[in-house]
């Protein structure tokens, strides 16, 4: 029988406390979540996972978190993985690099588990993921030993993820 995974989300954050707690948080609701305290290792890890999403802080360490998420999108099949980036700055100019690196969402610490889970729900829906899961959940059953990627999409006749009336900045 056919494995299914959940979706991939790459965390990347210098702070190993944030780091943890974040992990945490994504693995309690079954994600597949891993982490990387330095540019190096999410490099690394990108070109060795298939992404469904990236959470990275707006600096990692010295490095900018939008040049980091560059240079993953350079990597074949990561060209558009959604990212969300995490930042206790809400300055415009801020907010202008998130929307200049494609689909990605600014998330303004400290925020509310809640609405990081939200958030990150919702990013499951951007259209190229949307697309990749059904074409997973409609193809033929695959063979035993293969695997397909578990969508985190509601049930028919159900909605999309809502941000439960709570204020963030996203952009996309």
């Known amino acids: 029988m056919s494995q299914l995974l959940d979706p991939v989300i790459l965390v990347v954050d210098s702070d190993p406390v944030e780091l943890a707690g974040t992990l945490s948080v ?6 597949q ?3 990387a305290g330095d540019p190096a290792t999410a490099l690394h890890l990108a070109r060795e996972l298939e992404l ?3 959470i990275m802080e707006m600096r990692v360490g010295e ?10 999108r350079k990597i074949e099949g990561r060209e ?3 990212a969300m980036f995490v930042t206790p700055n809400q300055a ?4 202008h690099r998130v929307h200049q690196s494609g689909p990605a969402y600014h998330l303004r610490k400290p925020f509310q588990t809640r609405v ?5 729900a919702r990013s499951m829906w951007l259209p190229h993921l949307v697309s990749n899961h059904i074409g997973n959940v409609f193809r033929a059953e695959p063979a035993a030993d293969q695997t397909v990627r578990k969508p985190h999409l509601p049930l028919p006749g159900t909605t999309a993820p809502t941000l439960s009336g709570q204020t963030i900045n996203a952009g996309g």
């Open 26 to 31: 994504l693995e309690h609701e079954s994600y």
């Open 33 to 35: 979540v891993f982490g």
């Open 52 to 54: 469904d999403l990236i």
């Open 63 to 72: 490095t900018s978190g939008p040049g980091i998420l560059d240079q993953i």
């Open 80 to 82: 558009d993985v959604p």
């Open 92 to 95: 415009s100019d801020v907010i």
């Open 116 to 120: 990081l889970l939200e958030l990150v």
